[in-house]
């Protein structure tokens, strides 16, 4: 593949992208949204995560890694302190601290 075929792709995934959040915010967002929406809307970042997540944690092997000491000590923290603290900051905080810290202390 070419490098102008690789910049078009990217180009169009830019502007598909934006047209999508476009129509969500910008034609339907001076309305008022009902209270089921933003009940759901407020689960979005709590879905999101651990599909960014998981794949890395779950399956190593899909994405060309193996099991790590680290990401499992980091991703065991994130899930213990967000079901003791009910919060998605605090979670990543502290997952991401003793990923981190893990990392450093075996390496």
């Known amino acids: ?6 910049w078009m792709i ?13 129509s969500f915010f910008g034609l339907i ?4 949204f009902p209270p089921w929406a933003l009940r759901m809307l407020r689960y979005t970042p709590v879905a999101v995560l651990p599909g ?4 890395k944690v779950i ?4 994405v060309d890694g193996g099991y790590d000491p680290a990401t499992l000590a980091g991703a065991a923290v994130a899930i ?3 079901v003791y603290s009910k ?3 605090v979670a990543v905080a502290a997952g991401g601290l003793v990923f ?6 075996l390496n």
């Open 1 to 6: 593949m070419s490098s102008f075929n690789i």
């Open 100 to 105: 981190y810290a893990t990392g450093w202390v």
């Open 52 to 55: 960014l997540v998981a794949p």
């Open 59 to 62: 399956w190593p092997n899909g």
């Open 29 to 32: 967002g001076d309305r008022q």
């Open 87 to 89: 919060n998605m900051i």
């Open 80 to 82: 213990a302190a967000g």
């Open 10 to 22: 990217i180009a169009v995934l830019g502007v598909g992208t934006f047209l999508i959040r476009y």
